[in-house]
């Protein structure tokens, strides 16, 4: 998604945990075409940290004097059951699937408020925090992918009208996508957390997505295409969550 955006022109600024970037986006930082407008830049943060995703956020907006949109993906998984679950691991997870989707969210928004942007956000669910997944102990991953959902309804609500000085006006969005091949999806395989011919199967389109799949929906939900879409979910699953 960070790369479509490129493609269409955006500035766009990556951050993760990680000291340095995976090699993933070392490769899409080769396919960027300067000509086009856009750049790739990335940051060490940890979301859960507030004082570190505020001054962040609030360096990325300074250098253009605006912040146009967010893609907040931060997302861990534990596949425990329920009556296993300890407490602190509980908290870990929250801290970063929702808390940091939260703050990194607020983060951004100070900065449309603050420049008079009538920014957009999309914040990452999953059909999981609609549904409960077939075949996959992951009780406090999904319920997070539902906070998500339904925090994303009350940002919308609290940030959506135009003030009188002109700030404000930010939709909020989920996108809700369904399983995806990502190196996270197969770590569960090679632990046996999930089946993939069970997966396949529940699909009606008979396979898993691809990351690549997602890339137009970002977009989308970041422009003017989807000027009057806000407080809703959008979800791209196969057909899953449709039987």
């Known amino acids: 998604m960070a790369e479509g955006?490129?493609?269409?022109g955006g500035k766009v600024h990556c951050l993760d945990r990680l000291p340095e970037p995976d090699g993933f986006f070392a490769r899409a930082?080769?396919?960027?075409?300067?000509?086009?407008?856009?750049?790739?830049?990335?940051?060490?943060?940890?979301?859960?940290?507030?004082d570190e995703i505020e001054e962040t956020i609030a360096g990325i907006a300074?250098?253009?004097?605006?912040?146009?949109?967010?893609?907040?993906a931060a997302g861990i998984q534990q596949v425990t059951p329920a009556l296993d679950y300890a407490s602190e691991d509980i908290a870990r997870m929250l801290a970063t699937n929702y808390t940091g989707v939260f703050l990194?969210?607020?983060a951004c928004a100070r900065q449309m408020y603050k420049y008079k942007i009538q920014g957009s956000m999309c914040?990452?669910?999953?059909?999981?925090g609609t549904i409960a997944n077939k075949g996959f102990i992951a009780p406090v991953y999904n319920s997070s992918?539902?906070?998500?959902?339904?925090?994303?309804?009350?940002?919308?609500?609290?940030w959506g009208r135009?003030?009188?000085?002109?700030?404000?006006?930010?939709?909020v969005n989920t996108l809700s996508p369904g399983h995806i091949l990502t190196p996270m999806v197969e770590e569960n395989f090679r632990k046996g957390e999930a089946d993939r011919a069970a997966w396949e199967e529940n699909s009606m389109l008979g396979r898993l997505s691809t990351p690549e799949e997602y890339k137009?929906?970002?977009?989308?939900?970041?422009?003017?295409?989807?000027?009057?879409?806000?407080?809703?979910d959008l979800r791209i699953d196969g057909g899953c969550s449709a039987w």
């Open 162 to 171: 135009v003030q009188p000085d002109g700030s404000g006006g930010i939709r």
């Open 104 to 106: 990194s969210a607020r």
């Open 216 to 232: 137009a929906a970002g977009l989308f939900l970041l422009s003017q295409a989807s000027s009057y879409m806000t407080g809703a």
């Open 62 to 72: 300074s250098q253009n004097q605006r912040l146009d949109g967010l893609i907040a």
């Open 123 to 128: 914040l990452i669910a999953s059909m999981s």
């Open 5 to 8: 955006l490129v493609e269409a």
């Open 29 to 50: 930082k080769e396919r960027v075409n300067p000509d086009l407008g856009g750049s790739l830049n990335y940051h060490q943060v940890d979301v859960s940290k507030n």
């Open 145 to 158: 992918k539902a906070a998500v959902i339904q925090l994303a309804r009350n940002l919308a609500m609290e």
